[in-house]
């Protein structure tokens, strides 16, 4: 028997998958860690940069580049990492494959979980790393790729010890044969599908490949991260944090590479269509996307865009919710997958506990919302952060000549600490229920589109067409009806969205709890994985049963 | 709350899944269901033949046609069943949905449990209605469409019992905040994907179809069950059940339609293409198979074809080995999707308990073994049964054409009970390793491949081969060797095929017994679906979770 050091840890985050309460290993608060830790992490993050990233274990001579620029300061990162052929990356996790397929789940996930303690370690040096490759502000970038990822790394790895506990290892089969019986012996091998890749996305480079990491190491499966060449630093610590623990609990480092390229030469699709991968885990576009999920004979989960949707019916407060949704659309600009964009409001306004308010009133209301907060100088710069590139930062300044009523224009934002910020202030557009044309695609950034519609069934049938053909992760929904919940509820539903209803106050549609929501339920094109329902884990390995005569 | 009458069956069936010992909720021996059921079961049966089959309740006008023809009599049964359209199927089945969806999983498990119990009051009838469709013997049209099948169908119910309730149906959630916290309502949904279509092949009506069909319903999926035009009867019975208890119990029969065609007229293509189709499983050939897979938007859960290898290395008691092997041969001749195929033996022979046997003795000792059953006027015609159509009675008396040895022809059957009976006796054919254009082909029915290797480690490496590049559900292997047993055993995992040891006496590398034996893995192109793994169940529903703010 194996000395299990993190099984506590383990069966509480097993429980807490299935009870869906609050939960959380690591905490939120950076004051958690320490006074100076965040100050140490700093110092950690500014010694790496200008300099060739030589923290990895895997092996081979290589070449190096590197290609990142801060979105805050506009410099370059000056960082170089080193670069591999995909046949290379892939041969070497087959060779690490054996030893880890060969070690029992619960091993794997023990030491899963000592490779998130390692990563605690250097939160704010990934927090920093995070910050001026994404854009995210400070708070965001520690929270998200810290604390947050490495709960929802935990929830996969919690998943895989449970399937991959379900079934006994052996077991005696006794059939009744009259007054004699039959007997097999019987056993059960979860056996891993092959080698893994994790394809990153630039704004959320930590958060949203955890998951897809560390579900194929907890079935047994090497794998090749493979990071969006302007956002590596962020997950080459998290990846050599992995390393050096597979490493000193005598495993090989190549079980989990970094595999990172350049614009000029990109190595994904070279590596998706490689034999020797079998599983992809995939954030970023539709296009590229669907093109991953095309690919035959491999498990693919994807997230990809889709259209987000808010329902104004009727509310109790308007101005909690419209500073509940004013922060929403701020937070990261609408950089985030779960950030809302088209708002349904119906023609006739929104009924408030202080009466009737017209759709101009509603309209006025929510724009004042937005200006308070972006102008706010404690609030503005720290909640929209920067933008992550000069495609989001172009859509924003166009988004006038998208042929819409412009309610607020996007403006130069406000940074009073980082004066060279790529940033711009949430443009607001009014549009008719009949102009799909603009307000079905996804408009990825500070972009938001107020829906005038017939009535609040008009925004409903609308919201649900969204989801069920652009897809859709979040839908946030105002009613103070029980009858229009309950049917706003069915519709998004039944396109496998879910609604979140009423949100004010310190909780925003946006935010995805680990162990509690599921982030994407992979029913509708928004993507095909859900973080992390059982099929996540499941599709990652293969049960295969083997019988022998009792004795034999 | 609702009163579930069939809790306890439910109950023991999720544990037995869970555990993966012997249990059968349905006896496999006729006796067990009373002096004359045979009889009158033959007696009702007897009534359907010759007229149009009346027993669905699903509406609609129609026309009528029927080809069935018994492989025993070789006479046409006469029975005519109603055509529908595509359009009016899917049509009814998404009108008769919403209540179904909207009715809690454990009320769902409890009425299918009821349908199996109406099924089984017509065990005998299906048993003939099998025997005169597919050729099966008596013996194993009862079981196999009987009590198996119902025990696989209930494998599948407590499936999906245990997987709908994994998640709370609400909870509060609540996150500390300080001194204070924030609190969220949150339900979990378990939304069905939408229609299933359930297409069933020749050989094996309902004990391949009933998975899906059981898999669908209990996940609140209305199923359209479209069998073989040469194999509707057993099936049809089945469905007739099935939709006389939904009605009593208040529900649409439409939730689970027959959906009957002609060779001459098929619908299964516009079935699996019409975009009201969300799920389709499918046993059959692997070409219509890849076409099924390949559609796109589908959620496709397929047995096709593969090469079933016997690995001999060495063995205790040679004669008992090779009854054994005789018997799982000659089952129902070859058309079990879990026949072995291809015989890998080494040029040197193999050892036994008794010495060492040469190549050619052991070909001599598995003639000898196949012939003593074949002519055995109690056992012959008994296992063989009959051929279910013409193409494979041809494929086994042209086996002498495939430019290999023959070690035995195929023969007429004699069975004196149907003397008009399709059927041959096993061809045995010897073949070299290299003779892989050969072995590498699936030759369904009775037609055998002892193939001659260079020694264990080429068999194993072929045996690995077959079932990677063209598929495999079984693999038997026999050796006293614990090294060549753990080599054969990483080998054929590796390739997710499971591996049967030293099987002798009653028990055959063919058989899977319900609730213990997974039925294929999922993991090789013999299909993508296992009965009944967590997946085949997950895959046809998605978890939605809502929140709300409490007291909002």
């Known amino acids: 028997m194996f000395n299990i050091k993190h099984q506590n840890t383990i069966e509480s985050a097993v429980k807490a998958n299935h009870e869906r309460a609050f939960y959380s290993q690591y905490p939120e608060h950076p004051k958690a860690y320490g006074e100076n830790a965040a100050e140490q992490g700093e110092a950690r993050y500014k010694d790496l940069l200008q300099k060739p990233y030589k923290q990895l274990l895997q092996t081979g001579e290589t070449t190096w580049a590197g290609e990142e620029v801060s979105p805050f300061t506009r410099e370059a990162l000056g960082i170089t990492y080193p ?27 023990d030491i899963l979980v000592e490779t998130l303690e390692s990563i605690k370690e250097r939160f704010f040096d990934i927090a920093y790393a995070t910050m001026h490759t994404t854009g995210q502000s400070f708070m965001m ?46 056993n059960f091998r979860a056996i891993p599908k092959g080698v893994g890749l994790v394809i990153g996305c630039s704004t959320f480079p930590v958060w949203n490949s955890l998951p897809g990491i560390y579900a194929d190491l907890v079935t047994g499966n090497p794998v090749i991260v493979k990071p969006h ?21 005598g495993f090989s480092p190549n079980l989990c590479q970094l595999a990172s390229d350049t614009s000029a030469a990109p190595i994904t699709k070279t590596l998706c269509e490689h034999p020797g991968i079998q599983l992809i885990d995939y954030t970023g576009s539709s296009q590229f996307g669907n093109y991953v999920e095309s690919l035959p004979d491999k498990t693919v989960f994807t997230e990809k865009a889709g259209v987000n949707s808010v329902i104004l019916d009727s509310v109790a407060d308007v101005d909690a919710v419209m500073q509940n949704l004013a922060f929403s659309v701020s937070l990261y600009s609408g950089q985030m997958c779960t950030a809302p964009q088209n708002f349904f409001i119906p023609a006739q306004g929104i009924t408030t506990a202080a009466g009737k ?20 100088p404690k609030m503005g710069a720290g909640t929209l952060g920067a933008l992550q590139n000069e495609n989001t930062l172009e859509r924003a300044h166009n988004a006038g000549k998208l042929g819409a009523k412009v309610i607020l224009e996007g403006q130069p934002l406000v940074n009073e600490e980082f004066t060279r910020a790529r940033g711009c202030t949430p443009a607001i557009l009014e ?39 652009h897809g859709a992760i979040t839908c946030a929904a105002y009613t103070t009806s029980p009858e229009v919940k309950e049917k706003i509820t ?23 709890a680990a162990f509690s929501d599921f982030h994407v339920t992979g029913g509708n094109p928004a993507g095909n994985a859900s973080f992390t329902n059982p099929e996540f884990i499941l599709r990652r390995f293969v049960w295969v049963g083997n019988r022998e005569v009792a004795g034999s």
């Open 141 to 186: 970038s520690f929270q998200a790729s810290g604390p947050h990822a490495n709960d929802r790394a935990l929830e996969a790895i919690a998943m895989g010890y449970y399937e991959g506990n379900r079934y006994p290892a052996s077991l005696i089969w006794e059939k009744p044969m009259g007054k004699t019986s039959l007997q097999l012996k019987k």
């Open 431 to 469: 549009v008719g229920s009949e102009d799909k044309h603009i307000f079905e695609q996804e408009l990825f950034g500070p972009v938001l589109l107020l829906i005038k519609t017939k009535d609040t069934n008009e925004s409903i049938q609308l919201a649900r067409q969204m989801a069920q053909q």
């Open 83 to 109: 670069l591999f052929t995909a046949d290379e990356l892939v041969g070497r996790a087959i060779s690490a494959a054996p030893q880890w397929r060969n070690t029992q789940v619960d091993v794997r996930a």
């Open 490 to 512: 069915e519709e998004m539903n039944s396109v496998f969205t879910p609604v979140s209803f009423n949100f004010t106050g310190f909780i925003w549609v946006n935010q995805h």
């Open 357 to 376: 308010l017209s759709f101009d009133e509603v309209v006025q209301k929510f724009r004042d919302a937005v200006v308070s907060l972006v102008n706010n």
């Open 229 to 249: 060449p302007k956002a590596i630093l962020p997950i080459a610590i998290v990846v050599s944090a992995i390393q050096q623990v597979l490493q000193e609990k």
